[in-house]
């Protein structure tokens, strides 16, 4: 027979096994909790040390910002400050030309071989055909100017002579030898002279002014084609007439009376001086440029139509700015340089450039002497000023580190 246990002891432990699982239960619970929190506390401790390190460093800071329509402002302990390096804006004497260019002789007066007559040889069939036109009208103009004169007095002596003949029949009426018929017959022929010389008179002008129309077209296919009729008239012998292709966004530096010289590629070793004459009034159809025209002297007939020339124009020694070629920032078709001014502020000055000069460039306007410009690292300014040129709004927007 198998022993059984009472009743009551058997509940009583079952009761206790029960509480012992939920103890258990409660401290693995805790354990958990416990480590859990642990890891929690730890990555806050971090954080709290990773903030406390960001305070000693300071707070990140722009290091340039737009300041307003064409200014800048730059942080003053910066990196970017730092890097900035100004140059003071001088002048210097150049004589090197202002601009080069490229052109071409368009016209030589030399003697003809048949006669030994001085005449104009052209670089192309329609500037000949247009030369031809305009002295053709010219002529048409001199001989019916001076049909004109000769139709007046011829007009003015059979008008005169027929007054006298009308004068003396009258005369003779008067007397009885002649009769009023006569008379009339004279005054009729007097009137048919005085209409007959006016029409004569009319002829002779109109054929003047069809001339001068002609001729004034003749000019201004001269003109289309980069001459200038003027210089067609010039009396020098061995003379040249030599074309420069001028940008149309440089014609401000071209000036009537301006020195200028051109060296060309068959004659390398001589260089030939001259002065601007002329500027053509039209623009080239295929360069889109304008022409500038200047004469030369060539005694020894080197040069011949059509011969390529490269011009330097403004040879004459003057005084201008330089500023660093690195200074220049192109955007667009400007150019801008940035100038130091108060309160860490640069200054967006839009400038008209010449040529260039080793490392340095010539400064045409928009800078001061004694301006003190950013030079080095002017490049690095670039998408911040592109942002200043914006036209002002109310609200300034900056731009982070660059």
Not at 270 to 279: K, P, R, T, Y
Request: charged share 25%; net charge neutral.
């Amino acid at each position: 027979m198998i022993p059984t246990e009472p009743t009551g002891l058997s509940a009583s432990k079952g009761k206790l096994s029960e509480i012992g699982s939920t103890i258990q239960f409660l401290i693995a619970l805790g354990g958990t909790i416990g480590f859990l929190a642990f890891l929690i506390l730890s990555e806050g401790g971090s954080g709290n040390k990773s903030e406390g390190d960001n305070k000693v460093k300071g707070p990140r800071q722009d290091m340039v910002q737009v300041a307003g329509y064409k200014s800048i402002r730059v942080a003053t302990d910066s990196s970017m400050a730092k890097k900035i390096q100004f140059h003071e804006v001088k002048k210097k004497t150049f004589s090197e030309p202002l601009m080069k260019v490229t052109g071409h002789v368009v016209a030589s007066h030399r003697p003809s071989k048949a006669s030994q007559e001085y005449v104009w040889h052209f670089d192309s069939s329609e500037v000949v055909n247009a030369f031809n036109d305009w002295q053709k009208a010219q002529a048409d103009f001199a001989y019916s100017q001076t049909q004109l004169s000769q139709v007046k007095q011829l007009a003015k002596a059979r008008l005169d002579a027929q007054k006298l003949v009308v004068t003396r029949m009258e005369k003779l009426v008067n007397a009885g030898t002649d009769t009023p018929k006569d008379l009339a017959a004279e005054k009729a022929n007097l009137i048919q002279f005085e209409i007959s010389s006016q029409k004569e008179i009319h002829d002779t002008e109109t054929l003047g002014r069809v001339a001068k129309r002609a001729e004034a077209a003749a000019i201004r296919q001269l003109g289309q084609a980069g001459l200038e009729p003027e210089m067609l008239r010039l009396p020098k012998s061995d003379l040249d007439i030599v074309m420069a292709d001028v940008p149309e966004g440089r014609l401000d530096r071209v000036k009537i009376g301006q020195a200028c010289e051109a060296s060309f590629l068959g004659i390398p070793n001589e260089i030939f001086q001259g002065q601007v004459n002329a500027i053509a009034p039209s623009l080239s159809k295929e360069r889109k440029t304008l022409r500038v025209l200047f004469a030369i002297i060539d005694p020894k007939d080197h040069l011949h139509p059509g011969m390529f020339a490269e011009i330097g124009l403004g040879t004459e020694a003057r005084q201008n700015l330089v500023a660093p070629a690195e200074s220049i920032l192109h955007i667009n078709r400007s150019d801008y340089i940035l100038v130091a001014g108060k309160d860490n502020l640069l200054r967006v000055a839009e400038v008209q450039i010449g040529e260039p000069h080793l490392e340095e460039v010539e400064i045409l306007g928009g800078l001061l002497e004694g301006d003190r410009i950013v030079a080095n690292g002017a490049i690095l300014f670039k998408p911040v000023v592109i942002r200043s040129l914006v036209v002002p709004t109310e609200t300034v927007s900056p731009m982070g580190g660059i």
